[in-house]
């Protein structure tokens, strides 16, 4: 099973200020890797596949990169509705597995 | 508008059976695969378990590997997650989930229900 390791598990941050966040993995995934956010009381919601594509309708001030076992979610400049918890998750092998979270909150 | 709506979520004994429903509109269901994802309260997500399109394949996460059953109905659109020797583990809510077009991230997710087991 491949282990994702979310970092760090919580980051403070003010709005307007830029966000990252990382995502390492136990064994190389190539590029086969997503992000989603989750408010309170809602379900996830799908930000980046393919460890780089914005899924539909993401602000383009969310971008992912990295390959192989590292990962960055960037945010450029947090608005309000940014704060929330965010998820990595890979499909290169079965199990699909996801990271543990971290959780982006206002300073 | 896709719409994923489950149902069937409860109250539990330990070593009991349970089936979820997830009523699937909005996209052709019987051309993608579906799943099922879970969260146990206060907890990240994990998943569980998922189906191919046409049924044929069908794919568990090792803590419920014999334990449940997916499957799916296309005449109703309806997925299915039959959930039996239930442990208080596996309380959580669990999210009906599509896959995007053919590669296994999830577009989009139902408002879940909640599962608990408990005596």
């Known amino acids: 099973e491949i282990l994702l390791t979310q970092s760090p598990a919580t980051l403070s941050l003010s709005p307007g200020e830029r966000a990252t966040l990382s995502c390492r993995a136990s064994q190389t995934i190539g590029t086969n890797l997503a992000w989603y956010q989750q408010k309170p009381g809602q379900a996830p919601r799908l930000l980046i596949y393919?460890?780089?594509n914005r899924a539909t309708g993401i602000p383009t001030t969310f971008s992912g990169s990295g390959s192989g076992t590292d990962f960055t979610l960037s945010i450029s400049s947090l608005e309000p509705e940014d704060f929330a918890v965010y998820y990595c998750?890979?499909?290169?092998?079965?199990?699909?597995?996801f990271g543990q979270g971290t959780r982006l909150e206002i300073k | 508008e896709v719409q994923l709506l489950e149902s069937g979520g409860g109250l539990v004994q330990p070593g009991g059976s349970l089936r979820l429903s997830c009523a699937a509109s909005g996209f052709s269901f019987s051309s993608n695969a579906m799943g099922w994802v879970r969260q146990a309260p206060g907890k990240g997500l994990q998943w569980v378990s998922a189906i191919s399109d046409s049924g044929g394949s069908t794919y568990f996460a090792d803590s419920v590997k014999g334990r449940f059953t997916i499957s799916r109905d296309i005449s109703k659109n309806t997925l299915y997650l039959q959930m039996d020797s239930l442990r208080a583990e596996d309380t959580a809510v669990y999210y009906c989930?599509?896959?995007?077009?053919?590669?296994?991230?999830?577009?989009?997710w139902g408002q879940g229900t909640l599962v608990t087991v408990s005596s």
């Open positions: 393919n460890a780089s």
């Open positions: 998750q890979q499909r290169a092998r079965w199990p699909i597995t």
């Open positions: 989930v599509k896959r995007t077009d053919s590669i296994w991230y999830f577009d989009y």
